[in-house]
């Protein structure tokens, strides 16, 4: 253990050292208590009965069962569905350790002829490189790691969702400006 400088109580020392410890512990329970009991993530898919686009439930569906498997994997939801001032987007906006990830998702049902990688072409690239910039720009610096995610949610009618997440899927081609 290292020692301090003796401006500080050994009481208080004490109280951040297990606070510190218990914050970290709890992070660890609740990534286990979302990953056990989330309902989204345990749950069959139900393609939901009445008005609306089915494709727009099955892709509302597929964010929450990203964020809530993103959750169980340790990270921190810092925002969902972003919009940058000039037209960017990202669907979910998550700190894993000290990395930004700008997560794209997209969901499938089973037996699709497309891949849900697939659909994140040029065009879709540019927007959520849109939307990344945006953030890093009110976040006041480039000088934090981050990178594009991709997931993949695959749905089947009654059966519990699949989840893939493809780090890295590609580069910021964005010209780099100064704020």
Excluded at 14 to 28: F, P, Q, R
Excluded at 105 to 127: E, H
């Amino acid at each position: 253990m290292r020692n301090f400088p003796n401006t500080v109580s050994s009481g208080t020392k004490a109280t951040a050292l297990g606070s510190t410890s218990k914050h970290l512990e709890n992070m660890g329970l609740v990534a286990i208590i979302v990953g056990r009991f989330s309902r989204y993530l345990n749950s069959p898919y139900r393609l939901g009965k009445g008005a609306g686009d089915p494709r727009k439930h099955t892709g509302d569906y597929g964010e929450k069962v990203a964020r809530d498997w993103l959750r169980s994997k340790n990270c921190k939801i810092l925002a969902r569905n972003f919009k940058g001032r000039k037209g960017g987007e990202v669907d979910i906006v998550v700190k894993e350790g000290k990395q930004l990830l700008f997560t794209e998702v997209k969901t499938r049902k089973k037996g699709a002829k497309i891949r849900g990688l697939s659909a994140v072409n040029r065009k879709k690239q540019a927007l959520i490189q849109r939307g990344a910039n945006e953030w890093l720009r009110r976040l006041g610096t480039r000088e934090v790691p981050w990178r594009f995610d991709v997931i993949e949610v695959e749905v089947s009618e009654g059966e519990k969702p699949v989840v893939k997440r493809i780090e890295n899927v590609f580069q910021n081609s964005a010209p780099r400006r100064k704020w």
